[in-house]
Structure formats: C-alpha cells, structure tokens
C-alpha cells in the first residue's frame, strides 16, 4: 500500500507563487511517474504536470512557464512550483503515484488552492 501525504497548499493573490509538496511512503514500486492534478468545483480532474523516474516532465498547456515539477527518488517525494497564480488555477491539487508496470495508481487526499485578491 502507499500513501500521499500533500503540503503547500492555501491563499494566495493573484500573480503570486506557491509550492505544493508530496511525500510518499509504504511499498512503492520503481519506475514511476509521479504527478500533480487539480480538480476545481463542476470541472473534471485534470493533469497539471508529470515526472517521471527519470526526470521527464510533461505540463498542461495552462501551466506550461508558470510550474515547475521535481522530485527527489531517494525521498520519495514530488514537488510543484508554481508561479503567476491565475484566479483559474484555484482547484484542489491531487498528489499521484503511478508505477509504471502496475495498473494501479496512487492518489493523495488532496490539497485546497485558492487565487484570489
């Protein structure tokens, strides 16, 4: 089993920054990739950025040159810095873990973020 605990999330103005953090922890299975989701209120969950095992990222047009996802192997543990924070970006930010040779993926309980002045 594995678990995603996320950090970072809160209040933030409009053209400010912030930084969601996720740890990992149980089994987990390598590679993976390890990636952030949003899902605001009346809209489907979407992917905000992915990195792989291998430090290949992929963003969502809507993010790309405003975030930045890392993560560090040894710690298990996934970052996403994001930068001129749009009232659009409030959504609830979702943690996930998924092994590349396993169906199953891995969610987090989620963190709120809110844009707004």
């Known amino acids: 089993q594995v678990q995603l605990v996320e950090s970072g999330g809160g209040l933030v103005q409009p053209g400010g920054s912030l930084r969601l953090s996720c740890a990992a922890s149980?089994?987990?299975?390598?590679?993976?990739?390890m990636g952030w989701y949003r899902q605001a209120p009346g809209k489907q969950r979407e992917l905000v950025a992915l990195?792989?095992?291998?430090?290949?990222?992929n963003y969502a047009d809507s993010v790309k040159g405003r975030a930045t996802i890392s993560r560090d192997n040894a710690k298990n543990t996934v970052s996403l810095q994001m930068n001129t924070l749009k009232p659009e970006d409030s959504a609830v930010y979702y943690c996930?873990?998924?092994?590349?040779?396993?169906?199953?993926?891995?969610w987090g309980q989620g963190t709120q973020v809110t844009v707004s002045s």
């Open positions: 996930n873990l998924k092994p590349n040779y396993n169906a199953r993926s891995y």
């Open positions: 990195i792989s095992s291998g430090g290949i990222t």
């Open positions: 149980g089994i987990i299975f390598r590679p993976n990739d």
